[in-house]
């Protein structure tokens, strides 16, 4: 082998070194830092609610959406809660008229899966009556929950979403 074609190799298992190493110290420090960055956007992490794995608990989501043109948004300020068996479940909602005009919207409700719907029951909720804001308003508005005695082990979450809608 001639000296050329050794200092050739020589660099090219040193780069492929260095691209190793690089792959290393980039999933190490990954974890810490895809937690501070769900943080920074609000997305789910692990939650110690959810640790155990009992069939007691339920993983809820909360999914909002506007129908289109509609000058409102909607912010969930819950978006994921542990829902135990028995229990009361609390959510809170941030709506605002992004308009100039008045607005009277509706919340219409939705379960996935379906027989979810039938595990919680609303005891309070702001999709009960139509809501009416001034132009520029921003309210929160909570929803309660009455989570069933017991619960199915092959259901272990459920979404509840809301669409604003025109009333």
Do not use: W
């Not at 074609?5 to 190490?28: D, K, P, Q, W």
């Not at 259901?155 to 979403?161: E, Q």
């Amino acid at each position: 082998m001639n000296a050329v074609a050794h200092g050739a190799n020589r660099r090219t298992a040193i780069r492929l070194g260095l691209v190793a190493l690089a792959m290393f110290s980039f999933g190490y420090v990954l974890a810490p830092f895809y937690d501070v960055l769900c943080r920074a956007i609000g997305l789910d992490r692990a939650r110690p609610e959810f640790a155990t794995a009992i069939p007691t608990a339920l993983r809820l989501e909360f999914d909002t959406n506007v129908a289109d043109g509609l000058p409102v948004t909607i912010d969930t300020l819950d978006r994921v809660v542990a829902a135990k068996a028995g229990s009361l479940v609390k959510a809170r909602f941030r709506i605002a008229n992004t308009g100039d005009q008045p607005l009277t919207i509706r919340a219409i409700p939705s379960f996935a899966p379906v027989r979810a719907a039938g595990l919680l029951q609303k005891l309070e909720c702001f999709c009960f009556d139509a809501l009416k804001l001034a132009p520029h308003e921003t309210r929160d508005v909570t929803v309660v929950l009455l989570v069933a005695e017991t619960l199915p082990e092959e259901l272990g979450a459920a979404t509840l979403s809301y669409t604003l809608q025109p009333a």
